[in-house]
């Protein structure tokens, strides 16, 4: 009986259990009570909680756990403003449209010197490896270093503008080129990237200002049309129309009053219409462009759009071949400049101007991404006035071969024959890219940003 009740006895003085949500062992089973005189075993040691199963967090959590800063806030910016790689299908897209533009000028211009079919397109490559250049050097440099520049830029811009004028070059009745030695360049084609980037400037530093009247339109106008005013007087009308539509194009995307810009609009087209009207030769490119086939191609002025239209018509859908383009032999003029993409037409047919669309059109998008991730206003702006200036240009020079408006003669970026144009189309792409270098990369969303973080 002792051995029975004895420890009961010694359950019921023993105190009671601290009370914890930490789970035990369950103690092991005996067969017998232990004596009295047994001695007592060491406590056990208390088993610390099993670590929680690791698990995808709610959607829930990862917003919450986005806003909690992994590193310090002067690393994060640190690594905020250190270049990453640049925009790859940007620069695929270019680099497409240079070798397109490169086999284009030989197949175009064979013909064009007797006895030596490669060279023009010799010039070109020069002028593609000078423009490569430029890209790798604005490419490198921080596009913000473009803020200091502006002014001095823009004063260069308009003094070399003001050379052409009493010392420039005549040819194909525009005069816009000055000489240096052996080459020749365009003052104007210098001018589009110069206006971009002072134009940019001031728009951010104007800010809210820009939607006044005093403040905004009127020193915008009064900017703009200096530069347009120079370049018309070269008679340049193509350019003329490229400038100003970057310049629109810029002056909206930093937030003009559309009150003002449309009434505006509205006058720069009827001074266009009016000055086009009121000069002989370009009342006939309009008349040109009403009646752009005259039997047999007859009349002059019509002439090389009537045979650009003869030459895209005869290229079909697949085209005749590569080199196999009979309109460039004679009969369209200026077939590896200004009438380039007819030549294209003719030996690659539809899918081959498709292509070319197609490479302009990415370009268009690429770029304007680009300057909505830009890290700020500057470079947003610099790269919405880059783009609209390439795109514009391409779609005029399009729209002049294929008679869906009055014929200009403006070079198809990247592809015609001509070396400022390809060198400073090719720096301001340089300048695109550093800006891609320094752009915010989109916000991961979901469950691919969570498995990121």
């Known amino acids: 009986m002792a051995l029975e009740t004895l420890p009961r006895t010694t359950r019921r003085s023993a105190p009671p259990a601290a009370r914890t949500d930490r789970p035990r062992l369950p103690a092991p089973l005996s067969s017998t009570w232990a004596p009295v005189s047994t001695p007592r075993q060491p406590a056990r040691p208390v088993l610390s909680a099993p670590p929680a199963p690791i698990s995808r967090p709610l959607p829930g959590e990862a917003a919450v756990s986005s806003r909690l800063p992994a590193l310090p806030l002067s690393a994060r910016l640190q690594a905020a403003r250190r270049p990453h790689a640049p925009d790859y299908p940007l620069l695929l897209a270019i680099v497409a449209l240079l070798l397109i ?23 070109q490559a020069i002028w593609a ?22 002014l001095p830029g823009m004063i260069a811009a308009v003094a070399l503008l003001l050379l052409v004028l009493p010392f420039g070059q005549t040819a194909y009745g525009a005069q816009r080129w000055l000489r240096l030695g052996a080459f020749s360049f365009q003052p104007s084609e210098l001018a589009k990237l110069a206006l971009i980037i002072y134009v940019a400037d ?14 905004g339109l009127l020193p915008f106008a009064l900017i703009t049309g200096s530069v347009l005013a120079l370049i018309f007087l070269q008679n340049d009308m193509g350019t003329s129309l490229v400038v100003g539509a970057l310049a629109l194009a810029l002056f909206f995307a930093a937030g003009a009053n559309l009150l003002q810009l449309v009434p505006t609009l509205a006058l720069g087209g009827a001074a266009v219409w009016l000055l086009a009207a009121g000069t002989p030769f370009r009342r006939a490119r309009l008349d040109a462009f009403l009646h752009p ?74 770029g304007l991404r680009i300057g ?3 890290p700020d206003a500057f470079g ?35 592809v015609s024959f001509g070396g400022s144009s390809l060198v400073t189309a090719l720096a301001a792409v340089g300048v695109l890219l550093s800006i891609s270098r320094h752009a915010t990369p989109p916000p991961a969303t979901g469950t691919r940003a969570a498995d990121q973080r």
């Open 293 to 366: 086939l005259p039997p047999g191609c007859a009349d002059a002025a019509s002439y090389q759009v009537c045979q650009g239209l003869i030459s895209l018509g005869s290229g079909g859908v697949f085209g005749r071949g590569l080199g196999d383009s009979v309109q460039k032999a004679g009969y369209l003029p200026n077939p590896f400049t200004d009438s380039i993409f007819a030549v294209f037409g003719e030996e690659l047919g539809l899918f081959g101007c498709a292509l070319v669309i197609g490479l302009f059109a990415l370009l268009a998008f690429r």
């Open 380 to 414: 947003a702006l610099l790269a919405c006035g880059i783009t609209c200036w390439l795109v514009a240009q391409a779609a005029i020079n399009i729209g002049s071969v294929v008679d869906a408006i009055p014929f200009t003669g403006v070079p198809l970026p990247f």
């Open 372 to 374: 909505r991730r830009a």
């Open 129 to 150: 490896a000078l423009g490569l250049a430029a890209l790798l050097v604005t490419a490198h440099l921080d596009y913000r270093i473009w803020h200091q520049l502006a």
């Open 101 to 123: 533009g490169l086999v284009m000028v030989y197949s175009a211009s064979q013909l064009a010197v007797a006895g030596d079919p490669g060279y023009w397109f010799r010039r």
């Open 202 to 215: 001031w728009l951010v530093r104007k800010g809210e200002a820009v939607r006044s009247l005093r403040d």
